[in-house]
C-alpha cells in the first residue's frame, strides 16, 4: 500500500491537506478563507496528521499554509477567545492541551520543517518554534497578538531562540512583528528566502537531509532536544500555560476584553495599532 493511500489525506481531513513530494510530506493549513486560524476542528486534524506521518509518508514532514500566508494564529472565535473563561483549572487545561499539540511536533520522530510566508501571527509562531528547521520569506510578517489578552504563553516560548531581551522587545508591544530576515538575524528562523523559492528550497533541504537513515536522524534529533530540554525548555514550554490562565483573571484583561465587546474586534485592533504622539521630549531633542 503507497503512503498516499495509508494518510488518505482527502477522506480523513477537511481543514488541512497532505501532500507526498519525494521525501518530504507536506501538512497544509487549509483554511485559507480564514487565514488559516487554528480552530479546534483544524488542531485536531493536525494532531491526526501528525499521529499518520510517523509510520507513513516520507522521512521529512514539512508544515506550510495554504492561500497569502502561513496562519494568523489561533481562531478567535475558539481557541483564542476574548472572552472570559470563569474556571481557571479548564482554561489551563485548553492552553496546556495547545502546548503539548505543539510539542508532538518536538516529540515526533522525523525532521519537521516549517515554512512562512505571508503572515505568522501568536498561537502560529508556537507551533514553528517546535520545529527542527524554520524557512521563511524575507517579507514575512511574524510577531505577537495584535490585543494584550495574555502574556505567558506565547513569547517565553521564542526565548530560548531570539534571547530574553528581544522576546520581550517583541512581548511588550501589542501587535509587534518581524520580518523574515529579521526572524534569521535574532535565530528564530534558519533561512530566509525569496517568497517564489520558498517551497523549493525547503524540499531541497529534505532530499538532503533524507540522504542519513532515519534511525540516526532520530537519535540526532533526540539527541539535541534533550540538551535543550536539560536547559528547561519543555519546563518552560509547559508553564506558559499557568502563567496565561493565572493573567486571564486579572482586572486589565477584563477591561480589554470590556474594549473589544464595545468597539468590535476589527477597532480594538486599530486602537492598538494607532501610533503614539510623544507630547514631552528628552532635553537633547528641545
Known sequence: ??????????????NLRIEHRGPISWIVLNRPDKANSLSNELLDEFSAALAALATSGGPV??????????????????????????DPVADRERLARNVNRFLAIWDHPKPVIAAVHGYCIAGATQLCVFTDVTYVARDAKIGEPAIPLGGGYIAPLWAPLVGPKRA??????????IDGTTAVEWGWANHAVDEQDLIGEVEALAARIARTPSDILRIKKLSINRTMEAMGVRTAAQGGAEMDALLHLSPSVAEVRRFVAEVGL???????REPVELTDRPMAEK
Open 1 to 14: 500500500m503507497t503512503a498516499v493511500a495509508e494518510t488518505k489525506p482527502d477522506a480523513q481531513f477537511e
Open 168 to 177: 520581550k522587545e517583541l512581548a511588550f508591544v501589542p501587535g509587534n512583528s
Open 61 to 86: 514532514i514539512g508544515i506550510r499554509g495554504a492561500g497569502k500566508g502561513f496562519s494568523a494564529g489561533y481562531d478567535i472565535g475558539q481557541v483564542g477567545k476574548v472572552v472570559a473563561d470563569p
Open 266 to 272: 476589527k477597532d480594538a485592533i486599530a486602537a492598538y
